[in-house]
Structure formats: C-alpha cells, structure tokens
C-alpha cells in the first residue's frame, strides 16, 4: 500500500510518501513561505526524487482541521484535485490526532494544541491501548485556562505539542497541578510522515473518502439552512471601480481607501487595541503586511488613519482577518467602502469567496455583511474570550468570477 500524505493545517508545510509501513520520503519546511508557494514543488521535488509514478499510489491522505483556515483550503484543494485527477480515495485525517501520532505507544497522555487565535487552542487529548492511539477527548475549540483545568481533572501525567506550545508554555506551567512535559523539535510539529502512517490504519479500517466529498473540518449549519439563506439573499452590492484607489466623498470631506503600508501602523495600534479586547500586536501586523497572500486596506482622511480591513488569500478563495473603524468614524460609510474596494481588487484577482466570522452579538456588523451579500455557513461555539461568545462564520461569493 503507497499513500502520499499532505499537512498544511498550520504554519508548516509537510509532503511524505509512506508504502508498506515505510517512509520513502518526506518534505517538511517551517519558514516563511505561504503553503501555496510550497506544497506543490515540495510534491513535484519528492516525486522527481523517489521516481514516484503517482498513479500508483493507493490513496492521498490530507490533515482535514481542524487549523488555519487559509492552510485547510489549499490542503483540501491540493488533495481533491489530485484525487480527481488520479481517480484516487481521499483519507482524512484529524489534525490533532495527526500531530499526537509522532509520538509513540506512551503510557501518557498526548496533547497536541494549535494557536487558534484569541486565547484559543484547537486541542484533543489521546493515548495508546494495545499499541493503538485511542482518543480521550475528541479534538476541539477551548481556551487555555479551559484545557488546563480539564487536564488536572484527568490526573494523568501528560506531554504537550504542537504550535500553541511556544504561546502559552508559560500559561501551562502557570495553570497545571499534574506532571507534563513538551516535545522535543523533531515531533512537535505537523508531519505529514505521522498523516501517513496513521492513514494507513484508516485505509484497512475503512475510512475513506472520494475526492468530491472531501471537504475540511468546520462547524456549519445544515445545507438546507445554507440553501435557504441564499435564495433569501437580496443580491450584492456593486463593488467601486478604482483600481489603485476608491474616493469616496462625506458631506465635507474626502475619505480614501489604499492599500496599508507599514508606516501606517503608528495610527493603526491606537484604534485596534480600543476597540478589541484581545488586540493584535504591531508585529503580528508586520508579519501579515509583508506576505504575497495577504492584502491590508487602510482608510485615510486628510492623513488620518480611520479605518481598516486585513484579508488572506488562497487561489479562488480568501478569509478577512480584520475589520475595523475608529469609534469617531463610525456611521459615516466607511465599512461598506472598504467591503467595496476589497471586492473589486478580490475579482480582479480571480478570488471568487470571501469569508469571515463575526460575534453573534455585533448585529451591525453581521447586517453589514448581510447587506454586501454575505450569506452565515455556520457558528463556532465559544471562538471569542473577553467576553466568551461564539462566532457567526460567514461567506460571500462572487459568481461573475469563474471556478478554478
């Protein structure tokens, strides 16, 4: 049995081919690329070394989340579109279970935990009956202070890896009264070796999937409520025209909509840090500034910064990271100009879905997105802290823009 195996649930990007309970070859980078600008030639560089025929592989398995948003779409596409392809099963593989496969047949617990932002942690707790990896809890969205207080309540010593260790270490070392321990480099990252391996049990168990059903792992609502939500759709507003910039006139003034430049984070931190209760932090934005994949919308008036919009980008589709207007600003259109502008450079860029998430309570800015033709694919319980509150996602699709 030959399985190739894909993982770009979180910042790494991980190829590998495993037959027969061997690894013929793996490819793992953690460095600042975009997995759309990797996975690919990290594919193309394992075949042309191993002489991989693709064709004969059994099956491609992909991490399926949970994870960041923008790596699960270029995994998923990457792999159904191989799987088309080759008419070849797609076996998917829990994020977390994936990543606690790297460590073997211990008499702990395992816990991979993923930085999901705002406090979060994609998290699952596992361990091993008979040399089997058994699932203690089922992976899943939770605060730290949630999962160490869970933990301790367990009472099992427990080993800790994953991406979300290096942010919250010291939070853990703070909170838990068991014994733990972290993982050492080589296997506390995503592999796509260990997606391998454990796929290969999924295959003899049965757990397969054909390309056209694969989808990444998110909380949705039905797809009769989904379909009902767009007929009741009122249509979508037209986006501006300017390419390189949109004017757009107050009763007095002129508001401008750019592109955000790094010097303009000096006006941007004041009005992120009053208005969120978990802020970004400067160089968090500098990281994002600075992508391919990324694009950062700034609205200026006479020089002054008042509002922004963040965005990534992955082939036909893309996930807004930040909307924000100062409070001064608010009421006078600014929000609906930057959804305007973003739209049109998102066509002329042939992204054709837009997607974001937003608190169920902030009803202006759900009827905003309402408004512009966004339509909700479903709710994350608990996503947001300070207060705790669950995120409404939500999508938008320009149908003049065609499939890729």
């Known amino acids: 049995m030959k399985i190739l195996a894909l993982d770009s649930s979180g910042l790494v990007a991980s190829v590998a081919v495993v037959e027969n309970d061997t690894l ?10 975009t997995h759309s600008q990797t996975l690919l030639p990290m594919l193309d560089e394992i075949s042309n070394m191993t002489e991989l025929d693709l064709s004969t592989i059994d099956a491609i398995a992909v991490a399926g989340g949970p994870g960041s948003f923008t790596g699960l779409r270029i995994g998923s596409a990457t792999a159904k579109g191989l799987g088309l392809a080759l008419e070849k099963p797609l076996i998917s593989i829990p994020t977390t279970a994936a990543i606690a496969y790297n460590i073997w047949d211990t008499n702990k617990f395992v816990c991979p935990i993923m930085d999901a932002r705002r406090n979060q942690v994609y998290t699952g707790v596992y361990c091993y009956t008979d040399h089997r990896l058994d699932t203690v809890w089922e992976q899943d969205t939770m605060s730290i202070e949630a999962l160490a207080e869970g933990l301790n309540c367990l009472d099992h010593e427990v080993i800790f890896l994953g991406d979300g260790v290096a942010v919250y270490r010291e939070k853990l070392q703070e909170l838990l009264t068991i014994p733990f321990s972290f993982a050492p480099a080589h296997v506390n990252r995503q592999r796509a ?3 391998a391996a454990l796929a290969e049990v999924y295959y003899k168990e049965g757990k397969i999937e054909t390309a056209m059903e694969h989808e990444p792992e998110y909380l949705r609502v039905s797809q009769a409520e989904r379909e009902r939500k767009e007929r009741s759709r ?28 790094i010097d303009d984070l000096e006006q941007v931190m004041p009005i992120e840090e009053a208005n969120f209760s978990i802020p970004w932090t400067e160089t968090g934005f500098f990281t994002f500034l600075i992508r391919d994949d990324a694009l950062f919308l700034g609205a200026e008036e006479d020089g002054e910064i008042l509002g922004y919009l963040g965005i990534l980008i992955s082939f036909d589709e893309s996930e807004i990271t930040n909307v924000c207007v100062a409070e001064k600003a608010r009421r006078r259109g600014i929000g609906r100009a930057l959804m ?44 947001y802290d300070l207060p705790k509150e669950d995120a409404v996602l939500m999508s938008r699709t320009d149908e003049s823009v065609p499939k890729r």
Not at 24 to 33: C, F, I, P, R, S
Not at 353 to 379: K, M
């Open 24 to 33: 013929l070859a793996e490819y793992t980078v953690n460095y600042k690329k």
């Open 234 to 261: 009122t249509g979508i507003c037209e986006a501006c025209r300017c390419a390189e910039k949109t004017e757009k006139r107050g009763e007095e003034r002129m508001i401008t909509i750019r592109e955000m430049q």
């Open 340 to 383: 305007e502008e973003l739209f049109h450079r998102m066509q002329e860029r042939k992204v054709r879905v837009i997607h974001l998430d937003v608190r169920l309570s902030n009803t202006p800015a759900r009827n905003l997105y309402e408004s512009l033709g966004f339509v909700q694919d479903g709710l994350r319980k608990g996503y």
């Open 193 to 195: 070796a260990a997606v």
